[in-house]
């Protein structure tokens, strides 16, 4: 088929256009992140990308390539330019920890900038700062890794965005660990003013101010533009997902599991062997806890406030196994890097699974010695009081090494004056009718001085990082429940 001269001239001018903006352009994009971008434009809308490469072991200075995308594929906008990552490096897809020194790697779209001047040039949403504006990193806050306001947040640390030095005069934030928000897995992740060449950061990426401004300048709102950091193997995992990261001895059912949640929220690959990964509640697993009536509508948090999470662990045996629990998705990376220093510690557990193996009947999950977090129920003898289980905020380990000393409903005011657990124990053994010992076959584990394995005890490597990331043990509780640990709700929700 012919084409007339309109078309033909409209190729031309195209053609033309396109060799003019190559002109204008920063120069040649290197071909491995030309082909990390491809790799990601499938699954994106984006027009506008700040690829940061971490460098290789030939060329290990860091840069930053601004690209847009164009009719005949990927262009640098400008020239690259040096960069300074964490002075620890980065961190692999979803293992940036709060404090680890490291920049996060994947892909952060890119909503706001800030800074100190009143405006900036350029069409991209930006906010001055004043005294009053904080960015909370304080693990422990609800207000974790979000803009607040001075006087609005009782969170114990954070970053003051107005600064007595230059690093904050402009700023680019990245929605990193958002939405949800994931406590520890690292805050206040920016792209800042550098306080000098080849200086390391806390976890962010600096530059010069000229280059920052030019950026920000050049960034465009309504082509969605997003923030790629590290290398071109890491950048694929991050795009992959859960599914790319699953080891080849995971049982099918925890990786179909794993598979079917929406969105990755924390990964662990450790030393030894050790793999844990939390993810948005799968629908099977949803489906399940509604059938086992382990959630329930009237339950406190609604299941899209829960994670998924699969992790490695000790077995009596003296093998490692893989288990699952159901956690608050806001404690996911507690839950996960608790149990991550348990295994290193070749800390026994006898079996993790879901309360629902069990029809939700925490009884029968207890005599089985089974490990488990979620359950929407009672306190027991507190009618109308959630548990913290029914808040994804608390974990039973090891039952039948840990008893739980449980008073009855009678033996609430002759208990009432006992103090110190020796005291507890004797009343509970010498009036079953008043005070059970649960499991039953737990009695043989009420003597603490007795150390044996799968026992938690004050400094062994399950009870103390539990401990270190804000849970309180029940076991120093008047009446013990040695098997349990749970999280402070006031802690976890707002306004609780």
């Given at each position: 088929?012919?084409?007339?001269?309109?078309?033909?001239?409209?190729?031309?001018?195209?053609?033309?256009?396109?060799?003019?903006?190559?002109?204008?352009?920063?120069?040649?994009?290197?071909?491995?992140?030309?082909?990390?971008?491809?790799?990601?434009?499938?699954?994106?809308a984006s027009g506008q990308f700040l690829y940061v490469d971490p460098g290789t072991p030939g060329l290990p200075q860091p840069l930053l390539y601004p690209v847009r995308?164009?009719?005949?594929?990927?262009?640098?906008?400008?020239?690259?330019?040096?960069?300074?990552?964490?002075?620890?490096?980065?961190?692999?897809?979803?293992?940036?920890?709060?404090?680890?020194?490291?920049?996060?790697?994947?892909?952060?779209?890119?909503?706001?900038?800030?800074?100190?001047?009143?405006?900036?040039?350029?069409?991209?949403?930006?906010?001055?700062?004043?005294?009053?504006?904080?960015?909370?990193?304080?693990?422990?806050?609800?207000?974790?890794?979000?803009?607040?306001?001075?006087?609005?947040?009782?969170?114990?640390?954070?970053?003051?965005?107005?600064?007595?030095?230059?690093?904050?005069?402009?700023?680019?934030?990245?929605?990193?660990?958002?939405?949800?928000?994931?406590?520890?897995?690292?805050?206040?992740?920016?792209?800042?003013?550098?306080?000098?060449?080849?200086?390391?950061?806390?976890?962010?990426?600096?530059?010069?101010?000229?280059?920052?401004?030019?950026?920000?300048?050049?960034?465009?709102?309504?082509?969605?533009?997003?923030?790629?950091?590290?290398?071109?193997?890491?950048?694929?995992?991050?795009?992959?997902?859960?599914?790319?990261?699953?080891?080849?001895?995971?049982?099918?059912?925890?990786?179909?599991?794993?598979?079917?949640?929406?969105?990755?929220?924390?990964?662990?690959?450790?030393?030894?062997?050790?793999?844990?990964?939390?993810?948005?509640?799968?629908?099977?697993?949803?489906?399940?806890?509604?059938?086992?009536?382990?959630?329930?509508?009237?339950?406190?948090?609604?299941?899209?406030?829960?994670?998924?999470?699969?992790?490695?662990?000790?077995?009596?045996?003296?093998?490692?196994?893989?288990?699952?629990?159901?956690?608050?998705?806001?404690?996911?990376?507690?839950?996960?890097?608790?149990?991550?220093?348990?295994?290193?510690?070749?800390?026994?557990?006898?079996?993790?699974?879901?309360?629902?193996?069990?029809?939700?009947?925490?009884?029968?999950?207890?005599?089985?010695?089974?490990?488990?977090?979620?359950?929407?129920?009672?306190?027991?003898?507190?009618?109308?009081?959630?548990?913290?289980?029914?808040?994804?905020?608390?974990?039973?380990?090891?039952?039948?090494?840990?008893?739980?000393?449980?008073?009855?409903?009678?033996?609430?005011?002759?208990?009432?004056?006992?103090?110190?657990?020796?005291?507890?124990?004797?009343?509970?053994?010498?009036?079953?009718?008043?005070?059970?010992?649960?499991?039953?076959?737990?009695?043989?584990?009420?003597?603490?001085?007795?150390?044996?394995?799968?026992?938690?005890?004050?400094?062994?490597p399950l009870l103390t990082p539990f401990r270190q990331r804000g849970f309180t043990w029940g076991g120093s509780w008047r009446f013990p429940d040695y098997q349990h640990?749970?999280?402070?709700?006031?802690?976890?929700?707002?306004?609780?």
């Amino acid at each position: 088929m012919k084409r007339n001269w309109r078309s033909n001239f409209g190729g031309c001018a195209l053609f033309a256009f396109a060799l003019l903006a190559g002109c204008a352009s920063g120069g040649d994009l290197p071909r491995r992140i030309g082909e990390s971008l491809d790799g990601i434009a499938r699954n994106s809308a984006s027009g506008q990308f700040l690829y940061v490469d971490p460098g290789t072991p030939g060329l290990p200075q860091p840069l930053l390539y601004p690209v847009r995308r164009t009719l005949l594929g990927w262009e640098l906008a400008f020239p690259p330019v040096a960069v300074n990552l964490g002075r620890s490096g980065v961190a692999p897809p979803f293992e940036k920890r709060e404090g680890d020194g490291r920049t996060p790697s994947g892909m952060f779209p890119l909503r706001t900038a800030f800074g100190y001047p009143a405006a900036v040039a350029g069409t991209f949403p930006y906010r001055q700062v004043d005294s009053h504006d904080l960015w909370v990193d304080d693990p422990q806050s609800p207000d974790y890794n979000r803009w607040v306001s001075r006087g609005e947040t009782r969170a114990t640390s954070f970053e003051e965005l107005l600064r007595p030095d230059p690093l904050y005069k402009y700023a680019l934030a990245l929605d990193y660990n958002s939405e949800p928000v994931v406590r520890d897995l690292g805050s206040a992740i920016f792209i800042h003013v550098e306080r000098g060449p080849d200086t390391g950061t806390a976890g962010c990426v600096s530059l010069p101010e000229k280059e920052l401004v030019q950026l920000i300048g050049w960034l465009d709102p309504e082509k969605r533009p997003q923030v790629v950091i590290g290398g071109a193997s890491a950048v694929a995992a991050a795009s992959a997902g859960v599914a790319g990261q699953l080891p080849d001895d995971l049982p099918p059912v925890l990786k179909g599991r794993l598979s079917g949640g929406e969105r990755l929220l924390a990964l662990r690959h450790g030393t030894g062997g050790f793999f844990a990964a939390a993810v948005s509640l799968p629908p099977e697993v949803g489906g399940l806890m509604q059938a086992k009536k382990s959630w329930r509508p009237e339950c406190p948090v609604p299941l899209d406030q829960l994670a998924y999470l699969v992790t490695s662990f000790w077995g009596f045996d003296g093998k490692p196994h893989y288990g699952e629990l159901v956690v608050h998705r806001a404690l996911a990376a507690f839950f996960m890097d608790s149990l991550h220093h348990a295994y290193n510690g070749r800390f026994p557990i006898e079996r993790m699974e879901l309360i629902d193996a069990f029809d939700a009947d925490d009884f029968r999950s207890m005599e089985a010695n089974n490990s488990s977090a979620f359950n929407c129920r009672e306190v027991p003898g507190r009618p109308g009081v959630f548990s913290r289980h029914s808040y994804g905020a608390a974990i039973d380990v090891n039952p039948r090494q840990n008893p739980y000393l449980m008073l009855e409903e009678g033996g609430r005011q002759q208990g009432a004056g006992i103090t110190g657990a020796a005291a507890a124990r004797e009343f509970c053994l010498g009036n079953p009718s008043l005070c059970r010992v649960l499991p039953a076959a737990s009695v043989d584990h009420l003597d603490r001085q007795e150390q044996r394995p799968g026992m938690l005890l004050p400094g062994d490597p399950l009870l103390t990082p539990f401990r270190q990331r804000g849970f309180t043990w029940g076991g120093s509780w008047r009446f013990p429940d040695y098997q349990h640990l749970e999280y402070d709700l006031g802690k976890l929700l707002p306004g609780v």
